[in-house]
């Protein structure tokens, strides 16, 4: 248990739906992070969100859509994806963002058809 | 911009032998530079992190790792090998600049230990 939980674990999608992913983080941490983790690919990041303000935001499609509604818990609003998305989407947090010590969820593995 | 490679997509070490895998990094500036593991299934777990001071660090589950800046290396590194050690092995770097303090992640290592 690493104190940042991830549902749902596994999702399916067709291109045209719209689902929601989710975290939250019971560390009482301020920063919280949205990855990307393809096979034999850097994890890439996506966005960051500092006490609820998105701070950094890496070119990502706008068919992803970030929420922080609070410091506990981030969406990733998923609308008109492509094949090529289909991966495991890692949510983490840490303390701050001035810190490389980041806590993972499990992930959610994503396939679109 | 700052970069880190993992030179080996997979480390095979027989259970009891050492085990060494293997990360070079590029940056501008002084790196903090870090270790995690990711078991099947799992999100990925922080093991260690060089930020100053000592080359050789000491992390989670007996691993260690030997921070080189001449080499700009940071292999990470067990005396004896077990089979739970089995798992895919990312080293990120991170330069501490304010405004701009992304962690960057390598490819990954995965890692088998044969029984």
């Known amino acids: 248990e690493t104190g940042v939980t991830q549902t749902p674990r596994h999702l399916v999608m067709g291109m045209t739906n719209k689902k929601s992913l989710k975290c939250e983080q019971h560390l009482g941490h301020n920063a919280m992070y949205w990855y990307k983790q393809s096979a034999k690919k850097p994890l890439e990041l996506m966005f960051v969100?500092?006490?609820?303000?998105?701070?950094e935001n890496n070119s990502v499609p706008s068919r992803f859509s970030p929420e922080c509604p609070n410091s506990s818990h981030l969406f990733l609003h998923l609308h008109t994806l492509q094949p090529e998305d289909s991966a495991l989407y890692l949510c983490?947090?840490?303390?701050?963002?001035?810190?490389?010590?980041?806590?993972f969820g499990e992930g959610s593995r994503l396939t679109v058809l | 911009a700052q970069s880190v490679a993992q030179p080996e997509d997979q480390v095979n070490v027989a259970e009891g032998n050492p085990l060494t895998v293997k990360c070079t990094y590029s940056v501008s500036g002084n790196p903090y530079l870090f270790w995690y593991v990711q078991y099947p299934n799992r999100g990925l777990q922080f093991l260690l992190k060089?930020?100053?001071?000592?080359?050789l660090v000491k992390g989670s589950y007996g691993f260690e790792a030997e921070f080189n800046k001449s080499q700009t290396s940071f292999h990470l590194k067990k005396p004896s090998a077990l089979v739970s050690d089995s798992a895919l092995y990312f080293c990120a770097v991170r330069v501490p600049n304010f405004g701009n303090e992304k962690l960057t992640f390598g490819t990954g290592t995965r890692l088998t230990i044969i029984p």
């Open positions: 969100y500092s006490l609820e303000e998105r701070v």
């Open positions: 060089y930020i100053t001071g000592d080359n």
């Open positions: 983490a947090s840490s303390q701050s963002t001035n810190t490389g010590e980041l806590f």
